[in-house]
């Protein structure tokens, strides 16, 4: 079945970049997400990228689509402690003939060190 | 001026209860959707509705039953509830269900079961 992996942490202090890692099965996802979660907060949409592109770039964060590894990156530029909370990766996934819907992966806990 | 509202934002009940959860959107979209997050913050969708019909409907107990009024509306009620109901309840919605809309969350209700 489809299925979506990530790192579980990342640590890093505030100004370096951060890199979080995901990697999906489903090679005909058309859509790849990376959502936020604040502590005790819902869900946020960051950015996201269609299959056919290798990458975007949205102010401080770049993504980047490694479609034949399927293999997808979030990386944060100049991190600051209010970017630390819970990133999620998701794919839009139609596997199995099913009507599609987002397969999330089970996050990583970014901490943020000044 | 919330575009994906829930109530209540919080919910502690006794086993065997039955409750309700409320969820709108005015965002004019025709998807609308249901996730439970568990304790370890794993997402994983419940059902989803397409014009207030029916079109994704995980492997949930029968207890969970949605409802959707109208399109800006949908409800999920629960019946019997049991211990391990207690997660965190996240509403969507999207414009439609094919993936290449994005999906906006609610702030999700935080359901306890004693």
């Known amino acids: 079945g489809e299925d979506v992996e990530q790192s579980l942490f990342l640590s890093v202090r505030e100004g370096d970049s951060s890199v979080i890692n995901c990697t999906y099965t489903d090679s005909s996802s058309t859509y790849l997400y990376w959502y936020k979660q604040e502590p005790g907060a819902g869900l946020q949409l960051l950015t996201y990228i269609f299959s056919n592109m290798d990458m975007k770039q949205d102010q401080r964060l770049t993504v980047l689509l490694n479609k034949k590894d399927k293999h997808l990156s979030l990386r944060i530029a100049d991190t600051q402690t209010g970017d630390s909370a819970i990133y999620f990766c998701?794919?839009?996934?139609?596997?199995?003939?099913?009507?599609?819907?987002?397969?999330f992966g089970k996050g990583t806990k970014l901490s943020v060190k000044p | 001026d919330t575009a994906v509202s829930q109530t209540p934002k919080y919910l502690v009940t006794q086993m065997g209860n039955d409750k309700s959860i409320k969820c709108e959107q005015n965002?004019?979209?025709?998807?609308m959707y249901w996730y439970k997050q568990d304790s370890k913050k794993f997402l994983k969708i419940m059902f989803s509705y397409n014009n207030k019909e029916l079109i994704i409907n995980e492997t949930v107990p029968n207890r969970f039953s949605p409802k959707s009024p109208d399109k800006a509306h949908l409800n999920l009620h629960i019946n019997s509830l049991e211990l391990g109901d207690s997660a965190v309840y996240f509403c969507?919605?999207?414009?439609?269900?094919?993936?290449?809309?994005?999906?906006?969350f609610g702030p999700g209700t935080r359901l306890l079961v004693l």
């Open positions: 998701a794919e839009f996934s139609n596997y199995g003939g099913s009507q599609g819907n987002l397969i």
């Open positions: 965002l004019g979209h025709d998807t």
């Open positions: 969507a919605s999207s414009q439609d269900f094919r993936g290449t809309e994005t999906q906006y």
